[in-house]
Nanobody, 120 residues
């Protein structure tokens, strides 16, 4: 079984920074894409940033220039700078296209989420 554990959320003032981490564990052979999503109260979950195995990155327009996604094998990071109150949300890590040593392929896994609150 594959597990994702996020860390790094918290309360920060507008203009501040936070760094989120997500580590995937289990009998993982390969993960095609690792990404961060977020869900604000009463809103749908949205993609924030993604990092593919070919090192291609993709960002939501609302975070371009402020957030940076990086990846080290099965760990993904999200450096968030110049945070705004509208960035307040639960941030979820996603691992997609997971291949395991047990032979499963193409599975998608989610972390439990970490809360980011941007407020003065």
């Amino acid at each position: 079984q594959v597990q994702l554990v996020e860390s790094g959320g918290g309360l920060v003032q507008p203009g501040g920074s936070l760094r989120l981490s997500c580590a995937a564990s289990g009998s993982i052979l390969n993960i095609a894409t690792m990404a961060w999503y977020r869900q604000a109260p009463e809103k749908q979950r949205e993609l924030v940033a993604a990092f593919t195995i070919s090192a291609t990155t993709n960002y939501a327009d609302s975070v371009k220039g402020r957030f940076t996604i990086s990846r080290d094998k099965n760990t993904v990071y999200l450096q968030m700078n110049s945070l705004k109150p509208e960035d307040t949300a639960v941030y979820y890590c996603n691992a997609d296209g997971v291949m395991t040593y047990s032979g499963s392929y193409g599975m998608s896994y989610w972390g439990k989420g970490t809360l980011v609150t941007v407020s003065s």
